[in-house]
Every structure is written in structure tokens, then in C-alpha cells.
Nanobody, 124 residues
Framework: QLQLVESGGGLVQPGGSLRLSCAAS????????IGWFRQAPGKEREGVSC???????KYADSVKGRFTISRDNAARTVYLQMNSLKPDDTAVYYC??????????????????WGQGTQVTVSS
């Protein structure tokens, strides 16, 4: 059974950093792309970043230069390093799996094994 579990969220001041983790079980992470998504209250879910099985990455314009996605297949974990956090980054962050980071990855279509999410709050 494919399962992803997010962790690492919390409360951080503007300008601070957090590292989110997405731990995989029940499948071989090596063959999958993993996307990070977020949903703020009253807003639609949006794609934040995606890493393909070959390590290539994609980012939403709003996080380019601030967020870095990486994967450690041996540890069966995908990370999202978030720096220079802003209040607008406040949301529940989710990870999910797909065969690749396609052109519509930001919409989250076709992604599976959604985790339960981890709350990120950026506030002073």
C-alpha cells in the first residue's frame, strides 16, 4: 500500500526556515515523482514543487529561489527546504506521488498516496 507521511511543519517567524519531510512506505520511491502541494484556508490547493525520479525539479514561481526540493531514495524520503518564509506561505503542506512531474503537475491531477499534511504557519 502506497503511503506518504509529511512532517516538519510548525510556527516560524517571517524570514525563517523550515524543512519538511515526506516519508514513503509500501513502494519503491526511486521510480516515482513526488510533488509538494499546499492549501491555505479559503484557497485552492496549489503545487509548490515537484521532483522527478531522475532528480529534475520544478517550482512554482512564488517559491523559486526560496524553496529547494530534494530526494534521498535510500532514506525513502523527499524534503522541502523552505527559506525566507513569508506569511503568504502559511498553509497545510501535502506530498503526493506520480509517475512524473508533467506539464499540469501544479494542479495535482493524477497524484496519489496523499499524506495527511503538515501545518506551516509563518507569523510574528
Amino acid at each position: 500500500q502506497l503511503q506518504l507521511v509529511e512532517s516538519g511543519g510548525g510556527l516560524v517567524q517571517p524570514g525563517g526556515s523550515l524543512r519538511l519531510s515526506c516519508a514513503a512506505s509500501g513502494f519503491t520511491l526511486d521510480y516515482y515523482a513526488i510533488g509538494w502541494f499546499r492549501q491555505a484556508p479559503g484557497k485552492e490547493r496549489e503545487g509548490v514543487s515537484c521532483v522527478s525520479s531522475d532528480g529534475s525539479t520544478k517550482y512554482a514561481d512564488s517559491v523559486k529561489g526560496r524553496f529547494t526540493i530534494s530526494r534521498d531514495n535510500a532514506a525513502r524520503t523527499v524534503y522541502l527546504q523552505m527559506n525566507s518564509l513569508k506569511p503568504d506561505d502559511t498553509a497545510v503542506y501535502y506530498c503526493a506521488a506520480h509517475s512524473w512531474c508533467g506539464s499540469t503537475w501544479r494542479r495535482g491531477l493524477g497524484f496519489a498516496a496523499w499524506g495527511q499534511g503538515t501545518q506551516v504557519t509563518v507569523s510574528s
